[in-house]
Structures are given as structure tokens and as C-alpha cells.
């Protein structure tokens, strides 16, 4: 489960719908065109904190079918309703997903007892390893390299996905984990995780940019700093013109260019204006 993951888009129709033939659309384009390392389902990425439960099991269902065993497959499955997350964790294990992963609880301000027992209450129900998902910035959730080990004391728990600035933090854990895996969360950061020895990196942009992301991590692990950083660059410029048209809008409108039938996002996430979708074009013929 290392190298490149896509954190897989989802394809949706105007009534807020799966498009399944959509979906199936993004994954083989990852598969095939991209030749990402594997998926990482129902990420932030994937609208998943828009999604019914239905829906959830819906889409786990899709990409197990249509993956087979082609790729690792983690099912982020993390949820404010613990039964919830408990429910998806066993039923992400029966499909045969490689691993769960769940975000760490927000809103409330939980404090670290009530988030260890959130990990460790999951696993108690299912047999499967576990990367902490941890994104403060859209969380508020903060842990130190000490939490961090208290989590990793349960042997289920074998990573994270670490989207964070934090590089002090990613280097102390490194150091001090050198079996568990570590994935970088944020794609524009990409080049200086990957110095820091991580195993992978799980991002939204890998969708489409997932070559030039592989680039960067292979160079940056041969030793091959200004080569990496050369890529980084042309790969922020990309991110940069997409965070600033509205992230998750246009990669599905850029995987349109492509023949893609990737759909909309679900409200309240806008669609794209005309405006927005000429943008789109532009970003295509640049860097696509
Ligand atoms: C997810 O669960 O889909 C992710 O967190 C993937 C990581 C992405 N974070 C978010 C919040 O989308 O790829 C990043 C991010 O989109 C990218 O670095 C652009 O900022």
C-alpha cells in the first residue's frame, strides 16, 4: 500500500445521485490513464461527509467491483455516529478493502481519551488495519507525536495520512515509527514529505496529476532534490489554478475534458459558472 493514491473523486448527477456509470469512468481513468498505486475511498475528496449511508456502502460496493484486487484499496469509513463507522468498517472488511481508515472525530472538541476510544472502539468490531486519518485544519484535531503513539499501541493501527504543514512533527514520526505508514495528505507539499522518507501520499489532485506526483516521489526518494522540485513546481502551478476555480469542481470538470463522465459535486457544493468552465479548459490544455 504504497507510491501514489488516488483519494478517489465520485461521480454525481443532478439530483445528488451516485453515477455509477460515472464512478466506474473515474476509477478505470486512475487505473489506466494515470496508473495510480491505489484508491483511497470516500476521503474528504469523495464528498463523504455529504453522503447518506447508503450512499457510502453504495460506493464502496462500485470500486470493489470494478478494482477487483488491481490496486490497495482503503475504505475511509470514519464518522461522528460511531455505529456508523462501526457498520462501514465491517462491511468495507467483507468487501475484501485492503484497509479502513477514519478521520478523526470533530466538531465537538473531543479531547485525546475520547478519540482513542473512538479508534479503539471501531477495531474491537473488525478484523482489518487502520490509518488514522488526521487533517486539523478541517478538524481542529491537533495530536502530538505522543498521541500518536498511544494510538499506534493498538497493533491494528499500522499508519497515517497526514495532511498537515507540520514537517517537525512528520519527521519525528518518521523517526520514531519506521514500520508504520505514513502518507502525505497535502499534494502541493508533496516534495518536502517525501524527503522526510514517507511511505506514499494520498491526495485529491492525484486523479489527474498522479504521473507527475509519482515523478516527485520517485526522484525525491533516488536522492534527486531540484529534479523533484522542478516537477513540484509545474505540479503547484497546476493546484494553485485549481484551488483558486473551486478544488473538487473542477478535477471532476477537468476528468470531463478527458471523456470523463465525472458529474458534479453534491450541494451545498456549487457548480461551476461558464466562467469557471472555460477556466477549466485553459487548466486542461496547460497542464493535461
Ligand atoms: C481526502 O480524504 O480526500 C483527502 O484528504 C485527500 C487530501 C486532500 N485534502 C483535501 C481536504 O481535499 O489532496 C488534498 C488536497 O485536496 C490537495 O492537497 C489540494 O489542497
Not at 469523495?46 to 460506493?59: D, S, Y
Not at 478538524?139 to 498511544?150: A, I, Y
Request: proline share 2%; net charge negative; aromatic share 10%.
Amino acid at each position: 500500500m504504497k507510491g501514489i493514491i488516488s483519494a478517489l473523486l465520485c461521480s454525481f448527477d443532478e439530483h445528488g445521485q451516485v453515477n455509477e456509470k460515472g464512478l466506474r469512468d473515474i476509477i478505470r481513468y486512475n487505473l489506466d490513464t494515470v496508473q495510480v498505486d491505489g484508491l483511497y475511498v470516500n476521503g474528504s475528496s469523495g464528498e463523504n461527509f455529504l453522503l447518506t449511508t447508503a450512499q457510502k456502502k453504495q460506493i464502496f460496493t462500485i470500486v470493489k467491483d470494478e478494482v477487483q484486487s488491481d490496486v490497495p484499496l482503503i475504505a475511509q469509513i470514519g464518522s461522528l455516529i460511531i455505529e456508523e463507522a462501526i457498520e462501514l468498517a465491517k462491511f468495507v472488511t467483507n468487501l475484501g478493502y485492503d484497509a479502513i481508515s477514519a478521520v478523526t472525530p470533530f466538531y465537538y472538541k473531543f479531547d485525546f481519551e475520547e478519540i482513542k476510544h473512538y479508534y479503539n472502539t471501531i477495531l474491537e468490531h473488525v478484523e482489518n488495519k487502520m490509518i488514522i486519518y488526521s487533517i486539523p485544519a478541517l478538524t481542529g484535531v491537533n495530536m502530538s507525536l505522543d498521541q500518536f503513539s498511544e494510538l499506534f499501541d493498538n497493533k491494528k493501527i499500522i499508519g497515517v495520512k497526514f495532511t498537515a504543514p507540520d514537517f517537525y512533527l512528520l519527521e519525528r514520526l518518521r523517526h520514531r515509527f519506521p514500520d508504520h505508514l505514513i502518507y502525505s495528505g497535502f499534494d502541493e507539499m508533496l516534495l518536502p514529505a517525501a524527503v522526510l522518507n514517507i511511505d506514499g501520499a494520498i491526495g485529491s489532485t492525484f486523479n489527474l496529476n498522479g504521473k507527475r506526483a509519482k515523478q516527485i516521489l520517485t526522484l525525491a526518494q533516488q536522492g534527486h532534490i531540484m529534479e523533484a522540485l522542478a516537477i513540484q513546481k509545474e505540479t503547484n502551478d497546476f493546484i494553485s489554478a485549481v484551488l483558486d476555480n473551486g478544488l473538487y469542481q473542477t478535477l471532476k470538470e477537468l476528468l470531463v475534458t478527458q471523456g470523463v463522465d465525472a458529474g458534479i459535486c453534491r450541494q451545498p457544493l456549487k457548480t461551476l459558472t461558464a466562467n469557471g468552465k472555460g477556466i477549466v479548459l485553459d487548466i486542461a490544455n496547460k497542464y493535461l
